[in-house]
């Protein structure tokens, strides 16, 4: 069971990339085209958030000590936990993309 917690948990924050990506792409080319300072202020908070997933699926899936221990060793109820913050996200996520590109 553990396996299935720590496969969903890796897709949401694999998931959460490309959304933060697609807002990236949008609001960035928005700070550079309108010179806003909101603009900007959302191009850094999706920089920011992409390098916290970026840094999450790292540990999940390539660092040879912590992605060991997170295959194994991590209780349920922890990882249950990670999954419902990285679905939360994703939630999030998809609903600015949603806003964004209408």
Same mark, same amino acid.
């Given at each position: 069971? *553990?396996?299935?917690?720590? $496969?969903?948990?890796?897709?949401?924050?694999?998931?959460?990339?490309?959304?933060?990506?697609?807002?990236?792409?949008?609001?960035?080319?928005? %700070?550079?085209?309108?010179?806003?300072?909101? %603009?900007?202020?959302?191009?850094?908070?999706? %920089?920011?958030?992409?390098?916290?997933?970026?840094? %999450? #699926?790292?540990?999940?899936?390539? $660092?040879?000590? +912590?992605?060991?221990?997170?295959?194994?060793?991590?209780?349920?109820?922890?990882?249950?936990?990670?999954?419902?913050?990285?679905?939360?996200?994703?939630?999030? #996520?998809?609903? +600015?993309?949603? *806003?964004?590109? $209408?």
């Amino acid at each position: 069971m *553990v396996s299935l917690w720590a $496969d969903v948990a890796r897709i949401a924050a694999a998931l959460n990339l490309v959304l933060l990506a697609v807002l990236l792409v949008v609001w960035g080319r928005n %700070a550079i085209r309108l010179r806003s300072s909101h %603009a900007l202020g959302l191009s850094t908070f999706a %920089a920011l958030l992409f390098a916290e997933n970026a840094v %999450a #699926l790292y540990y999940y899936l390539l $660092d040879p000590t +912590l992605s060991a221990w997170f295959s194994s060793a991590v209780p349920p109820v922890a990882w249950r936990a990670m999954l419902t913050l990285h679905l939360l996200e994703t939630v999030a #996520l998809a609903a +600015l993309v949603r *806003v964004t590109l $209408d």
